[in-house]
Protein backbone atom coordinates (compact mmCIF):
# COMPACT_ATOMS: atom_id res chain seq x y z
CA UNK A 1 0.00 0.00 0.00
CA UNK A 2 1.32 3.13 -1.22
CA UNK A 3 1.03 6.51 0.53
CA UNK A 4 0.75 8.50 -2.52
CA UNK A 5 -1.32 7.94 -5.67
CA UNK A 6 -1.45 9.50 -9.21
CA UNK A 7 -4.40 11.67 -10.08
CA UNK A 8 -5.94 12.33 -13.10
CA UNK A 9 -3.60 14.21 -14.38
CA UNK A 10 -0.58 12.48 -13.46
CA UNK A 11 -0.09 14.20 -9.84
CA UNK A 12 0.98 12.31 -6.81
CA UNK A 13 -1.50 12.91 -4.15
CA UNK A 14 -2.08 11.56 -0.60
CA UNK A 15 -3.64 8.69 -0.79
CA UNK A 16 -7.47 7.74 0.20
CA UNK A 17 -7.11 4.36 1.61
CA UNK A 18 -7.28 3.80 5.23
CA UNK A 19 -4.85 3.36 7.46
CA UNK A 20 -2.01 5.62 6.01
CA UNK A 21 0.29 8.22 7.56
CA UNK A 22 0.22 11.43 5.44
CA UNK A 23 3.27 14.50 6.26
CA UNK A 24 2.88 17.39 6.99
CA UNK A 25 4.57 20.48 6.02
CA UNK A 26 4.70 24.37 6.84
CA UNK A 27 3.07 26.35 3.42
CA UNK A 28 4.38 29.37 2.09
CA UNK A 29 1.92 31.10 4.54
CA UNK A 30 3.22 29.39 7.56
CA UNK A 31 0.08 27.13 7.55
CA UNK A 32 0.31 23.19 8.17
CA UNK A 33 -0.66 21.45 5.08
CA UNK A 34 -0.53 17.54 3.95
CA UNK A 35 3.23 16.63 1.76
CA UNK A 36 1.86 16.09 -1.44
CA UNK A 37 5.00 14.74 -2.75
CA UNK A 38 7.17 11.86 -1.55
CA UNK A 39 9.79 13.01 0.98
CA UNK A 40 13.74 12.83 -0.89
CA UNK A 41 15.23 10.92 1.63
CA UNK A 42 17.86 10.15 -1.30
CA UNK A 43 19.17 6.56 0.51
CA UNK A 44 20.15 3.86 -1.71
CA UNK A 45 17.06 1.08 -2.00
CA UNK A 46 17.15 -2.37 0.16
CA UNK A 47 15.57 -5.67 0.91
CA UNK A 48 15.31 -6.42 4.93
CA UNK A 49 14.34 -10.47 6.14
CA UNK A 50 12.52 -10.37 9.60
CA UNK A 51 12.14 -13.99 10.70
CA UNK A 52 10.96 -14.72 7.03
CA UNK A 53 9.21 -12.06 6.31
CA UNK A 54 10.42 -9.44 3.23
CA UNK A 55 10.49 -6.18 3.46
CA UNK A 56 10.93 -4.67 0.09
CA UNK A 57 11.87 -0.69 -0.78
CA UNK A 58 8.50 0.97 -1.93
CA UNK A 59 9.70 2.86 -5.31
CA UNK A 60 6.75 5.20 -5.53
CA UNK A 61 7.16 6.51 -2.12
CA UNK A 62 10.72 6.82 -1.27
CA UNK A 63 12.49 6.70 1.84
CA UNK A 64 9.83 3.70 3.17
CA UNK A 65 10.21 -0.01 3.89
CA UNK A 66 6.40 -2.14 3.49
CA UNK A 67 6.02 -5.60 4.67
CA UNK A 68 3.88 -7.45 1.83
CA UNK A 69 1.55 -8.54 3.96
CA UNK A 70 0.29 -4.52 4.57
CA UNK A 71 -1.47 -3.23 8.08
CA UNK A 72 -0.73 -1.11 10.83
CA UNK A 73 2.19 -0.48 13.33
CA UNK A 74 5.41 2.30 12.96
CA UNK A 75 7.89 2.22 15.22
CA UNK A 76 9.30 5.14 16.54
CA UNK A 77 12.96 5.61 16.93
CA UNK A 78 15.03 8.70 17.83
CA UNK A 79 18.96 8.77 18.73
CA UNK A 80 19.38 9.18 22.30
CA UNK A 81 23.01 9.95 23.34
CA UNK A 82 26.44 8.82 21.34
CA UNK A 83 29.63 7.08 23.10
CA UNK A 84 32.67 5.35 22.01
CA UNK A 85 32.41 3.23 19.43
CA UNK A 86 28.09 2.92 20.28
CA UNK A 87 24.75 5.02 20.10
CA UNK A 88 21.92 5.07 22.66
CA UNK A 89 18.38 4.76 20.38
CA UNK A 90 14.77 5.19 21.87
CA UNK A 91 12.36 2.98 20.32
CA UNK A 92 8.66 3.18 20.98
CA UNK A 93 6.50 0.91 19.49
CA UNK A 94 2.89 1.65 17.86
CA UNK A 95 1.64 -1.08 19.84
CA UNK A 96 2.95 -1.43 23.66
CA UNK A 97 3.65 -5.31 23.17
CA UNK A 98 5.27 -5.52 19.98
CA UNK A 99 8.87 -5.82 19.75
CA UNK A 100 10.95 -3.93 17.55
CA UNK A 101 14.28 -4.82 16.11
CA UNK A 102 16.86 -2.23 15.64
CA UNK A 103 19.10 -2.40 12.24
CA UNK A 104 22.05 -0.08 10.56
CA UNK A 105 24.05 0.85 7.96
CA UNK A 106 26.64 3.06 7.49
CA UNK A 107 25.43 6.18 5.42
CA UNK A 108 25.16 6.66 1.90
CA UNK A 109 27.04 3.03 1.62
CA UNK A 110 24.72 1.10 -0.37
CA UNK A 111 25.43 -1.62 1.76
CA UNK A 112 22.60 -3.81 3.36
CA UNK A 113 21.40 -2.94 7.03
CA UNK A 114 23.24 -5.08 10.01
CA UNK A 115 20.64 -6.62 11.72
CA UNK A 116 18.33 -8.14 13.00
CA UNK A 117 19.29 -10.21 16.35
CA UNK A 118 18.17 -10.62 19.57
CA UNK A 119 20.94 -8.49 20.84
CA UNK A 120 19.55 -4.96 19.23
CA UNK A 121 15.41 -6.08 19.86
CA UNK A 122 12.57 -4.63 22.37
CA UNK A 123 9.61 -5.59 23.19
CA UNK A 124 7.91 -2.37 24.09
CA UNK A 125 9.48 0.97 24.67
CA UNK A 126 12.78 1.85 25.76
CA UNK A 127 16.67 2.30 24.95
CA UNK A 128 19.14 -0.18 22.83
CA UNK A 129 22.74 0.79 23.11
CA UNK A 130 24.12 -1.07 19.56
CA UNK A 131 27.86 -1.18 19.96
CA UNK A 132 30.44 -2.25 17.87
CA UNK A 133 30.55 0.62 15.65
CA UNK A 134 33.30 2.74 14.20
CA UNK A 135 34.71 6.24 15.28
CA UNK A 136 34.14 8.64 12.18
CA UNK A 137 32.00 7.13 10.43
CA UNK A 138 28.02 8.16 10.42
CA UNK A 139 25.18 5.31 10.25
CA UNK A 140 21.83 5.49 9.18
CA UNK A 141 19.23 3.60 12.06
CA UNK A 142 16.36 1.88 11.30
CA UNK A 143 13.42 0.55 13.08
CA UNK A 144 11.42 -2.80 12.13
CA UNK A 145 8.31 -4.13 14.27
CA UNK A 146 7.50 -7.23 14.34
CA UNK A 147 3.64 -7.24 14.53
CA UNK A 148 2.07 -9.87 12.60
CA UNK A 149 1.14 -9.52 9.35
CA UNK A 150 2.08 -5.80 9.18
CA UNK A 151 4.09 -3.27 7.20
CA UNK A 152 6.76 -1.48 8.94
CA UNK A 153 8.09 2.47 8.20
CA UNK A 154 10.72 3.86 9.95
CA UNK A 155 10.09 6.84 11.23
CA UNK A 156 13.19 8.73 10.81
CA UNK A 157 16.51 7.84 9.00
CA UNK A 158 18.38 8.53 11.80
CA UNK A 159 22.02 9.40 11.09
CA UNK A 160 24.15 9.46 14.20
CA UNK A 161 27.91 9.15 14.57
CA UNK A 162 30.02 8.05 18.00
CA UNK A 163 32.45 11.08 19.28
CA UNK A 164 35.59 11.93 17.97
CA UNK A 165 38.20 10.58 19.96
CA UNK A 166 39.50 14.15 20.66
CA UNK A 167 36.53 14.09 23.14
CA UNK A 168 36.83 11.25 24.99
CA UNK A 169 38.47 12.96 27.64
CA UNK A 170 35.43 15.21 27.92
CA UNK A 171 33.03 13.43 28.00
CA UNK A 172 34.48 10.68 30.33
CA UNK A 173 34.74 13.61 32.81
CA UNK A 174 31.44 14.33 33.28
CA UNK A 175 31.28 17.57 33.82
CA UNK A 176 28.48 17.81 31.63
CA UNK A 177 25.55 15.67 33.27
CA UNK A 178 23.07 16.66 31.01
CA UNK A 179 22.12 19.32 27.63
CA UNK A 180 18.64 19.55 25.75
CA UNK A 181 17.35 21.91 22.99
CA UNK A 182 14.15 23.61 22.81
CA UNK A 183 13.60 24.76 19.48
CA UNK A 184 9.89 25.81 19.31
CA UNK A 185 10.11 29.69 20.09
CA UNK A 186 10.10 32.23 17.44
CA UNK A 187 13.54 33.80 19.12
CA UNK A 188 15.56 30.71 18.36
CA UNK A 189 16.61 27.41 19.88
CA UNK A 190 17.37 27.52 23.58
CA UNK A 191 20.57 25.06 24.66
CA UNK A 192 20.59 24.10 28.30
CA UNK A 193 22.58 22.34 30.45
CA UNK A 194 23.27 21.01 33.52
CA UNK A 195 27.02 20.48 34.71
CA UNK A 196 27.90 16.72 36.81
CA UNK A 197 30.94 16.46 38.17
CA UNK A 198 33.10 19.18 38.28
CA UNK A 199 37.07 18.51 39.01
CA UNK A 200 38.31 20.13 41.98
CA UNK A 201 41.53 21.50 40.14
CA UNK A 202 39.74 24.10 37.38
CA UNK A 203 39.47 28.20 38.99
CA UNK A 204 35.72 29.84 38.25
CA UNK A 205 34.43 31.36 36.77
CA UNK A 206 33.14 29.31 33.77
CA UNK A 207 32.32 30.44 30.53
CA UNK A 208 29.81 28.66 28.08
CA UNK A 209 29.08 29.04 24.78
CA UNK A 210 27.36 26.24 22.18
CA UNK A 211 28.44 25.23 19.02
CA UNK A 212 26.44 23.61 16.16
CA UNK A 213 26.93 20.94 12.74
CA UNK A 214 25.26 19.33 10.54
CA UNK A 215 26.88 16.05 11.73
CA UNK A 216 27.76 14.61 14.98
CA UNK A 217 31.08 14.52 13.67
CA UNK A 218 30.98 17.72 11.32
CA UNK A 219 32.44 20.79 11.41
CA UNK A 220 31.57 22.65 14.60
CA UNK A 221 31.22 26.43 14.65
CA UNK A 222 30.35 28.68 17.23
CA UNK A 223 26.88 30.13 17.21
CA UNK A 224 28.41 33.35 17.41
CA UNK A 225 26.27 34.51 20.68
CA UNK A 226 28.39 36.04 23.56
CA UNK A 227 29.61 33.10 26.34
CA UNK A 228 27.81 32.57 29.16
CA UNK A 229 29.36 33.42 32.58
CA UNK A 230 28.31 30.77 35.11
CA UNK A 231 24.94 30.39 33.76
CA UNK A 232 22.69 27.15 32.31
CA UNK A 233 21.68 28.14 28.94
CA UNK A 234 21.90 29.94 25.33
CA UNK A 235 19.98 30.76 23.05
CA UNK A 236 21.15 30.67 19.46
CA UNK A 237 20.80 33.90 17.21
CA UNK A 238 20.45 32.65 14.27
CA UNK A 239 17.22 30.51 12.86
CA UNK A 240 18.87 27.30 11.43
CA UNK A 241 16.07 24.83 12.01
CA UNK A 242 14.15 24.65 9.44
CA UNK A 243 11.04 22.07 8.60
CA UNK A 244 12.21 20.70 5.42
CA UNK A 245 15.53 21.07 6.94
CA UNK A 246 16.63 19.52 10.25
CA UNK A 247 19.88 17.76 10.04
CA UNK A 248 21.44 20.03 12.72
CA UNK A 249 23.42 19.07 15.94
CA UNK A 250 24.34 21.08 18.83
CA UNK A 251 27.01 20.93 21.82
CA UNK A 252 28.04 23.44 24.71
CA UNK A 253 31.72 24.18 25.53
CA UNK A 254 33.32 25.25 28.92
CA UNK A 255 35.85 27.25 29.52
CA UNK A 256 37.39 28.11 32.70
CA UNK A 257 38.35 30.81 34.50
CA UNK A 258 42.71 28.98 33.81
CA UNK A 259 41.42 28.31 30.36
CA UNK A 260 40.52 23.98 30.57
CA UNK A 261 38.12 23.16 28.02
CA UNK A 262 35.43 20.61 28.25
CA UNK A 263 32.53 20.15 25.65
CA UNK A 264 29.17 18.38 26.15
CA UNK A 265 28.28 15.20 24.02
CA UNK A 266 26.12 16.48 20.82
CA UNK A 267 22.13 16.17 20.74
CA UNK A 268 19.98 17.08 18.05
CA UNK A 269 18.24 20.36 17.62
CA UNK A 270 14.60 19.23 17.23
CA UNK A 271 14.88 17.82 20.17
CA UNK A 272 14.73 14.32 18.76
CA UNK A 273 10.74 14.93 17.49
CA UNK A 274 10.12 13.79 14.30
CA UNK A 275 9.78 16.09 11.29
CA UNK A 276 6.08 15.86 11.26
CA UNK A 277 5.70 16.19 14.97
CA UNK A 278 8.25 19.02 15.10
CA UNK A 279 6.40 21.42 13.04
CA UNK A 280 2.81 20.84 15.29
CA UNK A 281 4.64 21.12 17.79
CA UNK A 282 5.94 24.40 17.12
CA UNK A 283 2.54 25.65 15.85
CA UNK A 284 1.07 24.49 19.19
CA UNK A 285 3.91 26.78 21.08
CA UNK A 286 3.40 29.61 19.15
CA UNK A 287 -0.02 29.86 19.27
CA UNK A 288 -0.45 29.36 22.80
CA UNK A 289 2.72 32.04 23.84
CA UNK A 290 1.34 34.87 21.37
CA UNK A 291 -2.22 33.88 23.71
CA UNK A 292 -0.21 35.12 27.28
CA UNK A 293 1.54 37.64 25.46
CA UNK A 294 -1.49 39.51 23.56
CA UNK A 295 -4.47 38.53 25.53
CA UNK A 296 -4.38 36.71 29.23
CA UNK A 297 -0.69 36.35 30.90
CA UNK A 298 0.96 38.42 33.03
CA UNK A 299 4.47 39.18 32.60
CA UNK A 300 7.28 38.20 34.95
CA UNK A 301 10.64 36.72 35.72
CA UNK A 302 11.53 33.78 36.48
CA UNK A 303 14.71 32.92 38.62
CA UNK A 304 16.17 29.72 38.09
CA UNK A 305 17.84 28.46 41.85
CA UNK A 306 21.41 27.57 41.96
CA UNK A 307 22.12 23.73 41.74
CA UNK A 308 26.31 24.00 41.44
CA UNK A 309 28.58 26.90 41.87
CA UNK A 310 31.03 27.97 44.82
CA UNK A 311 29.30 26.68 48.22
CA UNK A 312 28.25 29.79 50.83
CA UNK A 313 31.09 31.14 52.88
CA UNK A 314 28.97 32.50 55.10
CA UNK A 315 26.16 29.90 56.18
CA UNK A 316 27.16 26.75 55.42
CA UNK A 317 29.49 24.65 57.77
CA UNK A 318 32.99 23.89 56.04
CA UNK A 319 33.18 20.38 57.11
CA UNK A 320 29.79 19.09 56.87
CA UNK A 321 28.15 21.34 53.88
CA UNK A 322 25.12 21.88 55.98
CA UNK A 323 23.74 25.36 56.24
CA UNK A 324 23.79 26.71 59.44
CA UNK A 325 22.05 29.72 59.57
CA UNK A 326 19.13 31.99 57.80
CA UNK A 327 18.77 35.26 55.87
CA UNK A 328 21.92 35.22 54.03
CA UNK A 329 22.59 37.72 51.73
CA UNK A 330 25.16 35.85 50.07
CA UNK A 331 23.80 32.87 48.59
CA UNK A 332 19.78 33.61 49.18
CA UNK A 333 19.79 30.79 51.35
CA UNK A 334 20.47 28.60 48.50
CA UNK A 335 24.04 27.62 49.67
CA UNK A 336 25.47 28.61 46.70
CA UNK A 337 27.24 31.62 46.52
CA UNK A 338 24.96 34.20 44.20
CA UNK A 339 21.88 32.24 44.72
CA UNK A 340 19.99 32.38 41.50
CA UNK A 341 21.23 32.26 37.48
CA UNK A 342 20.14 35.98 36.23
CA UNK A 343 16.52 36.18 35.39
CA UNK A 344 15.01 35.59 32.10
CA UNK A 345 10.96 36.54 30.95
CA UNK A 346 8.21 34.19 31.90
CA UNK A 347 4.29 34.62 31.53
CA UNK A 348 1.88 33.04 33.35
CA UNK A 349 -1.48 32.75 32.55
CA UNK A 350 -2.93 33.17 36.58
CA UNK A 351 -6.06 31.01 36.63
CA UNK A 352 -6.77 30.50 40.36
CA UNK A 353 -6.33 31.89 44.11
CA UNK A 354 -6.39 30.75 47.62
CA UNK A 355 -5.55 33.07 50.38
CA UNK A 356 -5.20 32.31 54.46
CA UNK A 357 -4.32 34.55 56.67
CA UNK A 358 -2.60 33.69 59.71
CA UNK A 359 -0.59 35.38 62.60
CA UNK A 360 3.13 34.95 63.19
CA UNK A 361 4.41 36.33 66.69
CA UNK A 362 7.71 38.52 64.89
CA UNK A 363 6.31 39.76 61.69
CA UNK A 364 2.52 39.69 62.76
CA UNK A 365 -0.24 39.07 60.06
CA UNK A 366 0.89 37.58 57.23
CA UNK A 367 -1.17 35.90 54.06
CA UNK A 368 -0.52 32.74 53.18
CA UNK A 369 -1.64 32.85 49.10
CA UNK A 370 -1.14 29.50 46.49
CA UNK A 371 -1.65 30.45 43.02
CA UNK A 372 -1.79 28.23 39.82
CA UNK A 373 -1.22 29.26 36.66
CA UNK A 374 -0.68 28.05 32.72
CA UNK A 375 2.52 28.74 30.96
CA UNK A 376 4.59 27.47 28.21
CA UNK A 377 7.87 25.64 29.59
CA UNK A 378 10.73 27.69 28.14
CA UNK A 379 12.79 27.73 30.04
CA UNK A 380 11.20 25.20 32.54
CA UNK A 381 10.73 26.09 36.05
CA UNK A 382 11.95 23.92 38.69
CA UNK A 383 10.00 23.78 42.50
CA UNK A 384 11.86 26.38 44.41
CA UNK A 385 12.34 28.39 41.78
CA UNK A 386 11.53 31.99 42.32
CA UNK A 387 8.94 34.06 40.22
CA UNK A 388 8.60 37.98 40.30
CA UNK A 389 5.43 39.65 38.74
CA UNK A 390 5.66 42.69 37.06
CA UNK A 391 2.07 43.00 37.69
CA UNK A 392 2.66 44.53 41.40
CA UNK A 393 6.30 43.40 42.52
CA UNK A 394 5.12 40.17 44.41
CA UNK A 395 7.52 36.81 44.38
CA UNK A 396 6.24 33.46 44.45
CA UNK A 397 7.90 30.23 44.74
CA UNK A 398 7.11 27.60 42.47
CA UNK A 399 5.93 24.54 44.64
CA UNK A 400 4.95 22.43 41.54
CA UNK A 401 4.89 21.70 37.82
CA UNK A 402 2.10 19.36 36.04
CA UNK A 403 2.25 18.82 32.31
CA UNK A 404 -1.12 19.79 30.43
CA UNK A 405 0.10 18.66 26.79
CA UNK A 406 2.92 16.98 25.32
CA UNK A 407 3.67 15.61 22.09
CA UNK A 408 5.78 12.11 22.39
CA UNK A 409 7.06 13.05 25.88
CA UNK A 410 7.87 16.68 25.29
CA UNK A 411 6.28 18.87 27.16
CA UNK A 412 4.15 22.19 25.32
CA UNK A 413 2.01 23.85 28.35
CA UNK A 414 2.38 23.27 31.27
CA UNK A 415 0.40 24.39 35.09
CA UNK A 416 2.80 26.00 37.78
CA UNK A 417 1.37 25.82 41.08
CA UNK A 418 3.22 29.35 42.97
CA UNK A 419 3.31 30.24 46.73
CA UNK A 420 3.19 33.32 47.47
CA UNK A 421 6.83 34.78 49.71
CA UNK A 422 6.23 36.98 52.39
CA UNK A 423 7.21 40.63 51.99
CA UNK A 424 9.36 40.23 55.35
CA UNK A 425 11.93 37.74 52.74
CA UNK A 426 14.97 38.66 52.43
CA UNK A 427 14.30 37.90 48.68
CA UNK A 428 12.63 40.90 47.82
CA UNK A 429 16.10 42.76 48.44
CA UNK A 430 17.54 40.10 45.37
CA UNK A 431 17.82 42.59 42.20
Known amino acids: MSLFEEDGSGNYMPSCEDDVDIYLELDSDGN ?70 ILWRRTYSGESFTGPNELYSITGSGFITVTGLTNGISYDFLAISEANGSY ?69 QDIGASPVVDGYYIIDPVKRLWAKQIDLYYRVRMTTGDGKIYYSYPVRADGGLPPKDWVIAKEITRKEYLKLVKYVGTKGELYRRRDWGDICPECTDYDTGERIKENCEVCWDTGYVNGYYPPVDFWIEQSSHQQRIKRDDNTGMNAD ?36 AKIRGKPLIINVELKLIPASSILYKLL
Request: charged fraction near 15%; glycine fraction near 10%.
Open 369 to 404: LNMTGRAVPYPYPYSNDMWVSHEDGKRYFIQSVSVV
Open 32 to 101: IMPRCTPLDLNYPADTVVLDGVQYGFDNQFEGNYICLGGGPGVPEIALSAVGDESAVLEVEPAVVTDKVY
Open 152 to 220: SLPSELVTGTPEPAGLASSLAAGVFSRIWVDNLMEQGAIIYWELGNIPCDVEAPFYFNAQWAHTINGDW
